[in-house]
Nanobody, 122 residues
Framework: QVQLVESGGGLVQAGGSLRLSCTTS????????IGWYRQAPAKQREFVAQ???????NYADSVKGRFTISKDSAENTVYLQMNSLKPEDTAVYYC????????????????WGQGTQVTVSS
């Protein structure tokens, strides 16, 4: 049983901040990469940020300088700190884990959380 659960979404005013959390559970040895994606109504899901097992990070151009991804391995949690929020950041935000090692020889391809809504008002 491998599960990802997002939390921390809500309604904020433009210029405000939110911190999203993605907590993993189940029998997991390691995860190669965890990423944040978002999907606005009538639009495709798009990449936002990612962090690897080794701690390397990458961001979409639209959020560079405003969003920060980090992790707490002891708590099995990845965070997305979102500052200087804009109305165009409004979307459902999803957590994705890739390359999930659940034994010495077994890997899962990926898993998605159920999403958390972020709404930014002007």
């Amino acid at each position: 049983q491998v599960q990802l659960v997002e939390s921390g979404g809500g309604l904020v005013q433009a210029g405000g901040s939110l911190r999203l959390s993605c907590t993993t559970s189940g029998r997991i040895f390691t995860i190669n990469r965890i990423g944040w994606y978002r999907q606005a109504p009538a639009k495709q899901r798009e990449f936002v940020a990612q962090i690897t097992d080794g701690g390397s990070t990458n961001y979409a151009d639209s959020v560079k300088g405003r969003f920060t991804i980090s992790k707490d391995s002891a708590e099995n949690t990845v965070y997305l700190q979102m500052n200087s929020l804009k109305p165009e950041d409004t979307a459902v935000y999803y957590c994705n884990a890739e390359g999930i090692k659940i034994s010495s020889t077994t890997y899962l391809f990926d898993r998605w959380g159920q999403g958390t809504q972020v709404t930014v008002s002007s």
